[in-house]
């Protein structure tokens, strides 16, 4: 199972952004999906969690109302849009799959990663 992001780069603050994970080796389509993000020196935060069965999606306080995790399930891809983009938000994200089980915002339920892809925002 490989899981690669996609999509970050330089924004500045107020501004939008869409990465993409694109998941190959597994079809998801009952699996738990998260993106965590995480910068130096700070722990691994989740910023979105969802299962795609129907179950509740967990965001993170810091990032609801302003971030939306969805998929694409023809292209087993799974998307994080992230609006309002404010300088705290720069960090290194990372997708994340669970085999089985339901979405939680811990990120030792997870089994898959990806690599990463790195967002700044500027003010």
């Known amino acids: 199972v490989q899981l690669v992001e996609s999509g970050g780069g330089l924004v500045q603050a107020g501004g939008f952004l869409r990465l993409s994970c694109a998941v190959s080796?597994?079809?998801?389509?009952?699996?738990?999906m998260a993106w965590f993000r995480q910068t130096p020196g700070k722990e691994r935060e989740c910023v979105a969690a969802?299962?795609?069965?129907?179950?509740?999606?967990y965001y993170a306080d810091s990032v609801k109302g302003r971030f939306t995790i969805s998929r694409d399930g023809a292209k087993n891809t799974v998307y994080l849009q992230m609006n309002s983009l404010k300088p705290e938000d720069t960090a290194v994200y990372y997708c994340?799959?669970?085999?089985?089980?339901?979405?939680?915002?811990?990120?030792?339920?997870?089994?898959?990663w990806g690599q990463g892809t790195e967002l700044t925002v500027s003010s």
């Open positions: 994340a799959a669970r085999r089985g089980g339901t979405a939680t915002m811990r990120d030792y339920n997870y089994d898959y």
């Open positions: 969802k299962t795609w069965t129907g179950a509740p999606t």
């Open positions: 080796g597994r079809t998801f389509s009952s699996d738990a």
